[in-house]
């Protein structure tokens, strides 16, 4: 089965929930986790590797919390799951380390390649704002 991870899948929850906030909200790691059936010890995981890569801030004390570094309209699906889950590649092939010598005269390379296109267009068109208008 071809599928994100469970965290990444967690990961886009996070992101939803700030996204459906108003701007520059911020809310507890607890927060969301409940909100959102996330357990409690990959909540923490999740927001450090969002944050990593730059899509949300974390901040603490009094007034700390958790927020998107960027509004909602900048941040897609892709980005969520290439932090979380890193190159995105269907096929070996479409690395550009992966040297195979059939690649230059096969078909289904590039069907493949198409194919990501495609995929990772359609990561890219939606964004955090699309979605929360949605729910």
Known sequence: ???????????????????????????????????RIIPRALVRRVITRLGKAKLIK??????????????????????????MEGTIALNACLLTEYKCPLMKDCTVHLAWEQIQRTFLTELERTTFDRLARRV
């Open 1 to 35: 089965m071809l599928s994100i991870s469970r965290e990444t899948d967690y990961a886009c929850r996070v992101i939803l929930h700030l996204a459906l906030l108003p701007a520059d909200t911020r809310v507890t790691a607890q927060e969301i986790a409940k909100k």
């Open 58 to 83: 974390t901040s603490r004390g009094n007034r700390g919390g958790l927020r998107l570094a960027r509004p909602a309209a900048q941040i897609s699906l892709l980005d969520v799951v290439q932090a």
